[in-house]
């Protein structure tokens, strides 16, 4: 993941990291099980994301309004909906694959969700060796 961060920031056109940004932001919630479907809560400026991409506010607004005219996305009261998930994988040139989900340790999943709201309420891990004796 370090790898596609640093290609994210280097040779990616901004448009391309935007949209990786809000693909991998919604992929992780959507993960987690805070979100379902391509709709999430993103309390985050255009300042923060200008800032976590190395682009201008300015230039995050630009591409926000191409990608909203593009029926993109929408972007209203703090709530992102990808309306395009396809195409806005075609435009950063990354799949939710990259992030490994399937590979989530039991012990991160309770850690990150105590209650197993992603896995339907019920959690039944294997005792650990040492708890057992």
Known sequence: MLRERIVALGRRS?????AYLLCELVWRQRATGVNEGDVIRLPLTQIDLADALGLTPIYVNRILQAFRREQLI??????????????????????????????????????????????GGSISHPTPKSAAM
């Open 14 to 18: 901004a448009r391309g990291r935007v």
């Open 74 to 119: 929408t972007l209203q009261q703090h709530q992102l909906t990808l309306l395009d998930v396809e195409k806005l994988q075609t435009i950063s040139g990354v799949t939710p694959d990259y992030l490994q989900l399937g590979t989530i340790s039991p012990d991160i999943i309770d850690y990150f969700d105590p209650l197993g709201r992603s896995l």
